[in-house]
């Protein structure tokens, strides 16, 4: 039981820390955005792709488009 319930702590922390990346794509201020990409770059999920799809219609600053062209090209091979 108890290690059952730090699971489920460590799991609501963790989901919390992926949205809070995802929210940081659309922020306003650049360098949140930047760092969310970093995040994202480590996501390997069909979900994680639908989200960067998104996020190049939005971005308007070219190096950010660029950097997330990259990784959603990355993920679609990765996921086939």
Not at 33 to 59: F, P, Q
């Amino acid at each position: 039981p108890e290690r059952e319930l730090f699971w489920r702590k460590d799991s609501l922390w963790a989901a919390r820390r992926v949205d809070r990346h995802r929210a940081d794509l659309f922020h306003p201020v650049a360098r949140r955005r930047a760092d969310a990409l970093a995040y994202m770059a480590g996501e390997r999920s069909a979900e994680a792709a639908r989200v960067l799809r998104e996020y190049l219609v939005w971005e308007t600053e070219p190096g950010l488009r660029r950097r997330a062209g990259v990784l959603l090209r990355r993920l679609e091979v990765s996921l086939g």
